[in-house]
């Protein structure tokens, strides 16, 4: 499968087997939905069974739960049946919902105390979403791949090298996305660059 145009859409044939395989890990791999198993593995950083119980479940629910009902709610509204928001235009809503989700989290976390690289980390999402919300109004890049760039350095930075099997899904979940005429490769890179530079700057300041 070559690639002839990093700025346009797939314009290949795939088999339906091939797009079932793309439709599972993108689906799979949406970020509020993956967000799930990788808080779970970042939160191992909490002393207790108590802690972790009560910074898991603020995590998932500013960080999981209510982005989930927000981007299913848009889908739906913009006549979307996988559960995505395709149109750039219809994204800035969503987008700046799940931004205000994610400073709720920071705040919750705040309030509780967490460990310094959970509320790091969501200061992370807080500030990539708010920065794709930004880009959305003149360019749609992939939240997909953008999404496993920062629960990845921080299972890197606290249980290395594991972190790194994060890392690894990201080609896969590129390739999914392609396929399957969501986006573009350029949209792509541009997920991972603008996840990985605002999660590393910021996590070089704070942690």
């Given at each position: 499968?070559?690639?002839?145009?990093?700025?346009?859409l797939f314009d290949g044939h795939i088999s339906d087997k091939t797009r079932d395989r793309a439709?599972?890990?993108?689906a799979l791999t949406q970020p509020q939905f993956a967000s799930i198993v990788l808080f779970a593995?970042?939160?191992?950083?909490?002393?207790?069974?108590?802690?972790?119980?009560?910074?898991?479940?603020?995590?998932?629910?500013?960080?999981?739960?209510?982005?989930?009902?927000?981007?299913?709610?848009?889908?739906?509204?913009?006549?979307?049946?996988?559960?995505?928001?395709?149109?750039?235009?219809?994204?800035?809503?969503?987008?700046?919902?799940?931004?205000?989700?994610?400073?709720?989290?920071v705040l919750a976390l705040w309030l509780v105390h967490a460990p310094n690289l959970i509320f790091?980390?969501?200061?992370?999402?807080?500030?990539?979403?708010?920065?794709?919300?930004?880009?959305?109004?003149?360019?749609?890049?992939?939240?997909?791949?953008?999404?496993?760039?920062?629960?990845?350095?921080?299972?890197?930075?606290?249980?290395?090298?594991?972190?790194?099997?994060?890392?690894?899904?990201?080609?896969?979940?590129?390739?999914?996305?392609?396929?399957?005429?969501?986006?573009?490769?350029?949209?792509?890179?541009?997920?991972?660059?603008?996840?990985?530079?605002?999660?590393?700057?910021?996590?070089?300041?704070?942690?």
């Amino acid at each position: 499968m070559a690639i002839h145009d990093p700025t346009h859409l797939f314009d290949g044939h795939i088999s339906d087997k091939t797009r079932d395989r793309a439709k599972i890990i993108s689906a799979l791999t949406q970020p509020q939905f993956a967000s799930i198993v990788l808080f779970a593995i970042v939160c191992l950083v909490c002393t207790s069974v108590t802690e972790y119980l009560v910074i898991y479940g603020i995590s998932v629910f500013f960080g999981c739960i209510f982005p989930i009902i927000e981007v299913l709610y848009y889908s739906k509204k913009f006549h979307n049946d996988d559960g995505d928001v395709v149109r750039r235009e219809d994204r800035f809503a969503p987008l700046l919902l799940g931004t205000f989700s994610y400073v709720l989290g920071v705040l919750a976390l705040w309030l509780v105390h967490a460990p310094n690289l959970i509320f790091v980390l969501f200061i992370c999402y807080a500030a990539v979403t708010f920065a794709i919300t930004i880009i959305t109004n003149w360019w749609k890049i992939s939240i997909h791949a953008c999404g496993m760039i920062g629960p990845g350095m921080a299972i890197t930075y606290a249980f290395f090298p594991w972190g790194l099997i994060v890392f690894a899904t990201v080609p896969f979940i590129c390739w999914s996305r392609y396929v399957l005429r969501k986006h573009t490769p350029a949209q792509m890179a541009g997920g991972i660059i603008v996840g990985f530079v605002i999660t590393a700057f910021i996590f070089c300041q704070m942690l």
